[in-house]
């Protein structure tokens, strides 16, 4: 494998278990904001996080392919290459299979598969994909039962990440993914306390920064910029229900310039100002 990573530790020793045909091994990571790598290998390999929900995390197949977010698990044909990049400071667990193609090609076999797949296969949020890779890397790390229980579950995860049904949902015509709207989602509460930019999203996105806009309105209904506006306004209302913190407090770790900032936006957005809109609620 040809691996090039930046601003990544691991925090566990590497523990790995031999199968038919295969090997697996799982990671324990820590990683800065930006911090990923490129990764391309000659075995087809499937890599499953084990986190309880999925990694912000872009992965894209090529430097300028739009990136995935939300996944699960994925699968990468030999000679493939792998792109990704944390979107925030994490930790992160994974389990990573590495197979022979040959007995690859024996395995998909026996769940009906006739080919190896040509293209990375990226599989959304599955609760069924978590508990499969947490029980197949308790079995790596901890050895209970004999390989015939990780040879099964190894199976169930090909199954699980290979059937069409479980693969990123296509964006709507021109518009962004259910995976790119979840990680800008959880990008911008995780930094509503300071400025974000429509750049900063698009870079998230691996998009430029008007393609981003034109698909992020047809997906939202709303630009980029007022969506942004929307989310402080929400998170301000949240902080309002204490009456006595002060709006200026409010409107700093809301992301807003000022008070008369948060005012102004708040009151667009609202149709009153803060002060009448709190002593409303009270």
Request: glycine share 10%; with cysteine.
């Amino acid at each position: 494998m040809e691996a090039q990573t930046r601003n990544l530790r691991t925090i566990k020793p590497l523990r790995f278990r031999p199968l038919s045909g295969a090997i697996a091994d799982v990671w324990h990571v820590d990683g800065d904001q930006g911090g990923g790598g490129y990764y391309t290998a000659p075995d087809p390999r499937l890599v499953v996080f084990l986190d309880d929900t999925p990694p912000l995390i872009a992965l894209r197949t090529g430097e300028g392919a739009t990136a995935q977010f939300g996944t699960r698990a994925f699968f990468v044909p030999a000679g493939t290459p792998l792109w990704s990049k944390l979107g925030k400071a994490q930790r992160l667990s994974h389990i990573d299979f590495h197979f022979d193609a040959a007995a690859l090609q024996t395995r998909l076999g026996a769940i009906g598969i006739s080919e190896l797949p040509r293209r990375v296969m990226f599989a959304p949020e599955d609760s069924v994909l978590l508990t499969l890779g947490r029980l197949a890397a308790s079995e790596v790390e901890t050895p209970q039962r004999g390989t015939m229980v990780l040879e099964g579950l190894l199976q169930s995860l090909l199954g699980a990440v290979m059937d069409p049904a479980s693969q990123n949902a296509l964006p709507a015509s021109g518009g962004l993914s259910p995976q790119h709207m979840t990680a800008v989602r959880q990008y911008m509460a995780q930094n509503i306390f300071r400025p974000v930019g429509v750049g900063e999203l698009a870079d998230l996105a691996g998009l430029s920064e008007s393609w981003f806009s034109r698909a992020f309105k047809q997906t939202s209904g709303l630009s980029p910029q007022r969506w942004i506006a929307e989310c402080r306004v929400v998170a301000a209302k949240e902080m309002m229900a204490d009456p006595g913190r002060p709006l200026a407090d409010i409107a700093a770790a809301t992301g807003f310039s000022d008070q008369a900032h948060l005012s102004r936006v708040f009151r667009r957005s609202v149709g009153v100002p803060p002060s009448q809109w709190r002593r409303d609620i009270q």
